[in-house]
């Protein structure tokens, strides 16, 4: 199946609930939780060790604030980017959330995930 193909409906159904589950172990600082609908690609360039250190230094890693703004989405390829407007409890200001979908054995899963 090709993602794609879905409305955009269906992907934020799928979406949404991924873009959360980010957010809240990223706060948590929790990697098996934080990376559990990654694809096997992206799986191996965010591996325990250095998502440990990034959690532990980046400040933008946590404190992010639960309520979202779903700004868009971009069609490309064999993929899908959705667009966040997300807030930082501590650090004021609006960011970019980067969220990338596609197929992974019949599964939505995440290939890539960033916030500017």
């Known amino acids: 199946m090709n993602i794609l193909e879905l409305s955009d409906e269906e992907i934020l159904a799928a979406a ?3 873009w959360a589950d ?3 172990y990223s706060n948590e600082q929790n990697y098996g939780a934080f990376t559990r609908h990654f694809s096997s690609t992206f799986i191996k360039g965010a591996n325990e060790v250095e998502m440990g ?3 532990a230094r980046s400040d933008l890693a946590k404190n992010l604030s639960e309520d979202t ?14 667009m966040y407007k997300v807030i930082h409890k501590e650090n004021k200001g609006e960011w970019l959330g980067r969220l ?3 197929y992974e054995k019949d599964k ?3 290939f890539g995930a960033t916030l500017f």
Not at 69 to 82: N, P, S
């Open 22 to 24: 980010l957010v809240k």
């Open 16 to 18: 949404d609930p991924m």
């Open 108 to 110: 939505i899963r995440i």
């Open 100 to 102: 990338v979908l596609g």
């Open 69 to 82: 703004e779903y700004l868009g989405m971009i069609r490309r390829g064999d993929y899908v980017t959705v």
């Open 53 to 55: 250190k990034q959690f």
